[in-house]
């Protein structure tokens, strides 16, 4: 019986080699995923590792936050000196950090996608943070360093003139050498200028400070000795960590963040492969009706049931094997095609040779041999219901459901009602675990979506004549022989659609959901910017020096600036970290409407330090109304009492302090806005062009007006619509092939039948439209579901955050494109198929058994 | 093998009755019969007689409204699916009129099918030469189905459907696809298989000329039988 499966899959090699291929499309994503995270994660264990290996232990300032974006307080010198006079330390050098903006040979600022410009300083060996691969490192106030990959991008070599702007206007530097980080030829994607330390402590205003201290150990002594020794002598706002120690500090953050991407690309992978179990189930329903008499010979001849059942199912776990280890393999491909995807949207991340961890192999495996036995099981069953008497009967006989035409709508009412119910509330209640709840919805829209698939063969006949009309009405007899063969099987057409179904529902969920986004931004910058100009970062987020603000007060036609600052905090009581923000209310309200929860306007003018006003989201989650204390913690703690709480997730998220209180909490001294209230009268045009000419030595900064502000946002969203596009392509790829291996077996299956509508005239260009309008049928009726499908999910996870203000917002123009191109992947199926049917030699065809 | 002159398969008052009341056709009305071993049987009547029912309720192939079947002296209806599977595979030959072999398997794989089912590998190979050559076909052992005539496929088929020595062989119309010269083949070989290895076979057929092979002609009508005759 294997040897009968191995030789009928050789036999029928398109049909298993189209099966084997949906199997290896979505373990490939899975496989890329894997392949993708690990490799990232192995290069910055690589680079940590490297950059610590010259020091054996790292002495830093001491956070009250963990946070990535809080800058730890500075080091005072005389701490390094301590430390350097300790018996047990050979060697200590300090090392500075702070934020920069280098100007391309464009003339525009270097853009680094995710990553900040940093600008750090060089430490001799045996320390390696810093290496100078060509030329050597910088040794005055005129002089900066480069790291390699920003240097080759913008075409500088050693010797030309930069233009940098560190914590100020932009000066000139002479670059004199271009930096490498351990392996690297830069640092996780992010630009990097190198100073000497005496001059950056003059440049960023930090005289006698450094951020970093790097300590060798003398002959002999062990880490924890050394890390021990250095902890006595510090002050209580710094710590010790011996190398290992710091490198895995580094390389847990990395894995959080890295945790994330992997979560979200899986799940994109996950829908590949839910798209491909339906194509499975399809082709093989097809392949054992077509084999009913050989099938039932064999059970003639003596074959129990279990003997067809293993055959078949050893035909799946071939399939699926093969489908996997090719999966595996292609999934570097699709590693170095994220890679490459992130990297249009400005995120470089390092990469070394692919890693593939063992987890990944079996995951590969699993899944691929998982996925096939689960679609082909049902046909497999139904295989086994194949009565000998069958062998003797003529011509096909129609497949019958396997659950008998009865049980399917009840059940697939049942798993519409569980799904739709489970999906409510894995994300509209309130209380329970977040993961648990996650689960929950995740998994009722599994349910759902098998529900649906379920229910869809008694939708086809009606949908069908619906679908069909159009056709009919353009060619009366080949539209409605297709409208008939696509009703003929009301089972298959259904099961066919259903990969597009998801695959659409899936794209519609993300466009509706982005434009509810977009929305939401939009009308939060109408509701809360009372300015005229905001400056701000060329990436949107990232900080700009505070004598920004000034420059623009003294613009003629300004009348006020505020400066914004921001930095990530802890607020007991709230999970996860929130950003908060540091303003000086006396000058706020010209340029910012609060959009009052709890409060008035006239609160501004009687804040004092120890006051905080909250956004909506952060009191909820800490739980705190007016009057309550908050605890917040920075680079120090703090306790303030909340006097109001405002709506607002996009100007001044988390919460919202005076200047004073903010600099207790936090050392950040740069902006990351400054917004403009114009003199009224001033002529708009005139003011922001003057507003431009003050920026001009600042040039990570510009201005916008409004109207500016939203179109950014919504282009950013627009390039992370277009990311998740291009990751659910897998999926709709999926389908297509799905669409395709249908059309093929359904054209050889009526072979004869073909063979007699050309016999009795039918032209070959009839049948190649039959073929492509049943495949546009089968096409609509997966997008009309996947339509439904997708702007339910939309609806309720809109609903969900809508205590975060997103709208359900359908952008029609879109979702038109959208249906427009499934029914254009419909013609795009048909046409091999169709190509194939009106070759076909009539009198071959209808002596075809 | 059963003695000559023993019973192999038997059937008294078998009736089939398809749908329900009014509408219900009655495709056999009560037909007793005892196929011996040894002997030629062809059971023959006009479309519509029953004739093919018979045989499938015979073969255990579907089960009698009424009546019952008895094979090699067991009793048809007393068996579960697991009993028939075993009685089809050890007890029962079948030919057909066409599509009586699996495409993927050569002329070779197809003639030891159901010894390959059954999991008996002794003696299957002897077995398997022994009959290819019995229908002159040994030189086609490897040959795929397509790549076989009618006559030739039918012979796989024959060959076959003796390789487990069962106690009888059904042939449902085994020459009605093929010409004259491969239909004489095809019925030279039942004759020899009777004659030679003491075989029970019965065949359908509507045609005189194979019927004139066989040691006794069952005649149906309307689902009773009619006539008997014996050559």
């Not at chain 1, 699709?334 to 990469?351: K, M, T």
């Not at chain 1, 799905?738 to 509508?757: A, P, Q």
Request: overall charge negative.
């Amino acid at each position: 019986m294997i040897r009968l499966a191995l030789r009928g899959l050789r036999a029928r090699r398109l049909r298993s080699l189209l099966t084997a291929l949906a199997v290896l499309l979505g373990v490939a994503m899975i496989s890329g995923t894997f392949v993708l995270t690990d490799t990232i994660k192995a290069a910055f264990d690589d680079l940590f590792v490297a950059q610590n290996r010259g020091a054996d232990a790292v002495v830093t300032g001491r956070l009250a936050v963990d946070s990535d974006f809080t800058t730890p307080p500075s080091l005072d010198a005389a701490v390094l000196e301590r430390v350097a006079r300790l018996p047990e330390v050979a060697r200590a050098a300090g090392q500075l950090n702070d934020r920069a903006a280098v100007v391309g040979s464009d003339g525009e600022v270097v853009q680094t996608g995710g990553a900040p410009t940093v600008a750090a300083t060089y430490m001799p060996p045996p320390f390696t943070a810093i290496e100078i691969k060509t030329g050597r490192p910088p040794a005055n106030d005129g002089e900066v360093a480069l790291d390699a990959d920003t240097a080759q991008e913008e075409g500088f070599e050693v010797g030309d003139r930069v233009r940098v702007a560190a914590d100020g206007p932009v000066r000139e530097f002479t670059l004199v050498g271009l930096a490498t980080f351990g392996t690297q030829s830069s640092l996780g994607g992010a630009t990097v200028v190198v100073f000497d330390l005496a001059s950056a402590q003059r440049i960023f205003d930090k005289p006698n400070q450094v951020d970093f201290a790097f300590v060798a150990a003398r002959e002999g002594v062990t880490d924890l000795d050394l890390k021990r020794a250095i902890q006595g002598v510090l002050p209580a706002d710094a710590q010790v960590r011996t190398s290992a120690e710091q490198a895995e500090a580094l390389s847990d953050d990395i894995g959080e963040a890295l945790g994330f991407l992997t979560t979200g690309l899986l799940a994109f992978g996950f829908i590949a492969v839910l798209v491909g179990a339906f194509l499975i189930f399809n082709t093989f329903s097809i392949t054992i009706a077509q084999r009913t008499r050989e099938l039932a010979l064999l059970r003639m001849l003596g074959a129990s049931r279990r003997q067809v059942l293993t055959s078949v199912l050893a035909e799946a776990l071939v399939l699926g094997m093969l489908g996997a280890v090719a999966g595996l393999v292609a999934g570097f491909g699709i590693a170095r095609a994220i890679d490459a995807l992130f990297g249009v949207i400005g995120l470089d991340l390092p990469s070394t040779d692919a890693v593939v961890a063992t987890r990944t192999v079996v995951v590969c495996l699993v899944t691929g041999i998982v996925v096939t036995i689960a679609g082909a099981l049902g046909p497999a069953l139904r295989a086994t219901r194949v009565t000998p008497i069958e062998a003797l009967r003529e011509g096909m006989a129609p497949p019958r459901g396997t659950f008998g035409r009865r049980a399917a709508p009840v059940l697939a009412a049942i798993a519409i009602l569980a799904g739709v119910a489970m999906t409510a509330f894995g994300l509209l209640s309130d209380g329970g675990g977040e993961t648990a709840k996650l689960i929950t919805a995740a998994g009722g829209a599994v349910v759902l979506v098998l529900g649906i698939a379920l229910l869809s063969p008694a939708l086809v006949r009606p949908a069908a004549r619906v679908l069909g009309a159009p056709l009919v009405r353009v060619t009366a007899l080949v539209g409605r022989l297709a409208r008939e063969n696509a009703t003929r099987n009301p089972g298959r057409t259904a099961v066919t659609s259903a990969a597009m179904m998801i695959g659409l529902a899936v794209v519609l969920f993300v466009t509706v959901f982005a434009n509810g986004l977009r929305e939401r931004a939009e009308r939060i910058l109408e509701q809360t910017f009372a300015g005229d100009l905001a400056v701000l970062h060329e990436d949107g987020f990232s900080t700009i020096p505070a004598a920004v603000a000034g420059a623009v007060g003294r613009v003629p036609g300004v009348a006020a600036v505020t400066g914004i600052r921001a930095a990530e905090a802890e607020v007991a009581g709230a999970s996860g970290d929130t950003f908060g923000n540091g303003v000086d209310f006396a000058t706020l309200p010209a340029v910012y409407r609060f959009d009052w929860v709890d409060g008035e306007d006239a609160l501004l003018g009687r804040l004092g330090p120890r006051d905080v006003l909250m956004e909506e989201g952060t009191a909820e989650s800490a739980r705190l109304a007016v009057g309550d204390a908050a605890r917040i913690a920075g680079v120090r703690e703090g306790r303030f009492t909340v006097r109001g709480i405002y709506r607002d997730d996009g100007i001044l998220t988390g919460f919202t302090l005076p200047v004073a209180a903010f600099d207790e909490l936090f050392d950040e001294k740069r902006i990351v806005s400054a917004l403009v209230d114009l003199e009224p009268g001033a002529d708009a045009g005139r003011a922001a062009a003057a507003v431009e000419a003050a920026l001009e030595p600042f040039p990570e900064a510009r201005a916008r007006n409004q109207a500016g502000l939203e179109e950014e946002t919504g282009a950013q969203i627009t390039q992370i619509l277009g990311l998740f596009y291009a990751l659910l392509a897998m999926s709709v790829l999926i389908s297509a092939v799905g669409i395709v291996n249908t059309l093929s077996l359904s054209v050889h299956e009526r072979t004869r039948e073909l063979g007699l509508l050309r016999a009795i005239g039918m032209t070959r260009r009839d049948v190649r439209r039959l073929i492509r309008y049943e495949s546009v049928i089968t096409a609509a009726f997966g997008a009309v579901l996947g339509l439904v499908l997708g702007l339910f999910f939309a609806w309720v996870v809109t609903r969900a955050l809508a205590g975060e203000g997103i709208v359900f917002a359908v952008p029609a123009a879109q979702v038109a494109v959208l249906l427009v191109l499934a029914l254009l992947v419909g013609v795009a199926a048909a046409v091999l198929p169709a190509r194939k049917a009106s070759r076909l030699d009539v009198l071959e065809a209808v002596a075809h058994e | 093998m059963p003695g000559p002159e023993s019973i192999v398969v038997s059937g008294r008052g078998l009736t089939r009755r398809y749908g329900q009341g009014a509408a219900g056709v009655d495709a056999l009305r009560g037909v007793d019969i005892d196929i011996r071993a040894g002997t030629f049987t062809a059971i023959m009547g006009p479309s519509g007689s029953g004739k093919s029912t018979l045989m499938h309720l015979l073969a255990g192939l579907d089960r009698p409204t009424a009546g019952t079947v008895e094979i090699g002296g067991v009793a048809v209806h007393t068996l579960n699916d697991a009993g028939l599977t075993k009685l089809r595979r050890e007890r029962v030959g079948f030919v057909f009129q066409a599509f009586n072999l699996v495409p993927v398997l050569t002329a070779e794989e197809n003639v030891a099918l159901p010894l390959t089912l059954a999991g008996t590998a002794a003696g299957a190979k002897e077995r398997v030469e022994a009959l290819l050559d019995a229908v002159a076909l040994t030189d086609r052992r490897t040959h795929r189905p397509s790549e076989l005539s009618g006559g030739q496929q039918q012979r796989v088929a024959i060959a076959r459907a003796l390789v487990g020595r069962p106690a009888v062989v059904f042939a449902d119309e085994p020459t009605g696809n093929l010409d004259s010269e491969a239909s004489q083949e095809v019925l030279a070989l039942l004759r020899r298989a009777v004659d030679e290895q003491g075989q029970a076979i019965v065949m359908v057929t509507h045609d005189s000329a194979a019927a004139a092979v066989a040691d006794r002609i069952v005649r149906l009508e309307d689902g009773r039988v009619v006539a008997e005759e014996t050559a």
